[in-house]
């Protein structure tokens, strides 16, 4: 049962990862839309995760996390993600639908004081699609528009240490792949005495970094938990290549430029994207596995980011998320009694200032964790978690744009004791 369910989410999320899993117009600055978190549990937590920590998921935001595996067990996670967003102007609106592969991890002990995971998880997404028309006295209107698409990947290996009985840290080495498409094309509806230009940059970006977390995880008394987790990125400059192809072309003739001259054609050209420096810290308290309730606070300079010399308008980044999960019974014969049930939300001030307007966002979560094979908290912790996310971020002010978005995310956590020696008689 555990792996055909597994076998269904890749092949689902290998057709879907073929689709465009972004649909935003704000992803054409920096590297594009970024991640928050990738566990599904922590998701319907209002995508808290600094002070998450447990045995039966798998928690890449902090890789100080790790050390809450137990010492005989395997810990497997998959994911897809359905994304619904509509996109509104004082005018117009438009809704896209979407879908793509979340992620793959894996968790599993290596000592009695050292926890490792790997896995393969998205960085960032970039797709939009943005028309502009402007009247000329001379050419009559001119179309400008803006296409992306693209984004990057990242596999890590990371790696959790309990320093004390109190005290975990961690460090995730990542290796950040992918590249991001941008076109821009130029045209001119009303005349044939012009032709059209179109531009194609294509950034490719490989190279490693490291992030780190340290978690103090204590009990308050015979109930309760505390855990206080705090996590940095330095910033790093990442080996990257640009190729840029300005072309002139008539058309388009069944969606298609009919190209006419190569303007300018550079290739291989060699520079850096950088990631800014980040950090972030939260709480988390508990009562064993019935409650738990985790707050988190996050920033990162994207004032500081560059790509091949360049800046990008952009400034820091705000982000406060806010969660709740609950097991009514855990022991109970009923199943419902023993799901989990997840809310949360969060307020983000982004790293976007558009025509003297932030483009800010807020969002509520909710969730559930199905248990598999009438798990409970004292046996196997398998499960299928279901996340529901609903956002909006920006405005109609000024012209631009406001986002609403649904995600729904459908995950898998498969925990197996791998490591335990069995006894008959």
Known sequence: MFFL?????????DTASAQTSISSPYSAFGLGNLYQTNNIRYKGMGNTSLAGRDYFTINVNNPASYTAFDSTSFV????????????????????????????????????????SSFGLLPYSGVGYNVTDTKPNDNLGDVTYLFEGEGGLSRAYLGNGFKL?????VGVNASYLFGTINRIQRVTFPDTTNVLNSRIDDATSVS?????????????????????????????????????????????????????????????????????????????????????????????????????????????SSHSFNGGLSLIPDRNSMSYFSRVEYRFGGYYQISNLKLRNQPINGFGITFGTGLPLRGANVRGSKS???????????????????????????????????????????
Do not use: C
């Open 76 to 115: 497997f996670e998959a994911a897809v993600i359905g994304h619904s967003t509509t996109l509104r102007t004082n005018e117009l609106n438009e809704t896209i639908n979407s879908a793509t592969m979340s992620h793959l991890i894996f968790g599993f002990p290596v000592t009695n004081w050292w926890r």
């Open 383 to 425: 499960m299928f978690n279901i996340s529901f996310e609903y956002g909006r971020r920006g405005t109609i002010e000024k012209g631009l744009i406001r986002e609403d978005y649904f995600n729904i995310h459908l995950g898998i956590s498969v925990y197996e004791w791998w490591f335990f020696k069995r006894r008959y008689k």
């Open 164 to 168: 004390t009985k109190f005290m975990s």
């Open 5 to 13: 369910s597994i076998f269904i989410l890749i092949g689902l999320g």
């Open 207 to 315: 190279d490693i970094y490291f992030d780190f977390g340290v978690q103090f995880h204590m009990p308050i008394n015979e109930k309760l938990n505390l855990t206080i987790g705090a996590t940095y990125n330095p910033r790093y400059d990442l080996n990257a290549k640009k190729t840029y192809l300005s072309r002139s072309f008539t058309g388009p003739i069944n969606n298609v430029d009919v190209i006419q001259d190569t303007a300018l054609f550079i290739d291989n050209i060699k520079g850096t994207v950088s990631i800014p420096d980040a950090f972030g810290f939260g709480f988390n308290i508990s009562k064993e596995y019935d409650w738990s309730f985790a707050a988190d606070y996050k920033y990162n300079n994207w004032a500081d980011y560059e790509a091949f010399g360049l800046s990008d308008s952009l400034e």
